[in-house]
């Protein structure tokens, strides 16, 4: 899954409240809104689907399982503002299990909201995929080699980071992950992520996050990381 940190430059007004806290039911519609935001942006999906309907369809059809998934675990987090779902991360436990392209699949066919809009981009998105054929294998094996690198041992899986744009850059995305990072130094255990976008890479580096694997711009991604923490203290 690609995981966006969503760190730019907004402040939050003074005075406002600010909470981190495991998200609830009563959030899924705020935690939903904020990750179909922030990856609709996402460079990747935009090249894929450059049909903006389409999009943001096929986001929430992503979005929609794994909140509900992660949800049943209790690792799921938000950070609100003034009582408004402002930021979110998502988490897999160790060994918990994740929603399969065929779940993925069957949501779909239920969700895309206008079929005619997905017509449109089948054009578009069918020559991308046919052009970026030769590159996807080789996409895929260093996606397989790296997670399973990434994934060793007791670790957790950050599928989404992501933070409201109006509310970029106040710290929202550090507070989320500072919450569980520094839980996981106290248990021993590792965190890893994907990402496409090449912004991501140096911010996470800040939090000791390393790459394990990098694939330069191919198919239509302008690159691929996967990148592992260790818990502070271990030996490499």
Known sequence: MTVEAGMSTSPIAPGAAVAVRTATAADLDGATGVLVRAFVEEPGNVALLPDPETREAMVRVVVGPELKGAMRYGTVHVATVDGQVAGVAVWHPPGAPAVTLGTLLRTAIGTLVDPRAYLRSLPHKSSVLLRSAPQVLPLALARHRGVRRASTGVSWHLAF????????????????????????????????????????????????????????????????????????????
């Not at 509310?167 to 990072?181: I, S």
């Not at 990402?195 to 302008?222: C, K, M, Q, S």
């Not at 260790?230 to 030996?235: C, H, I, K, L, M």
């Open 161 to 236: 980071l992501a933070t409201a744009p109006e509310h970029r850059g106040a710290g929202l995305a550090r507070r989320l992950l500072d919450r569980q990072l520094g839980r996981f130094d106290e248990d021993g255990a590792a965190a890893w992520l994907e990402t496409t976008d090449p912004v991501n890479p140096p911010i996470y580096e800040r939090f000791g996050f390393a790459t394990v694997v990098h694939v330069d711009r191919t198919a239509w991604l302008p690159g691929f990381w996967v990148m592992r923490r260790e818990p502070a203290g271990s030996v490499p």
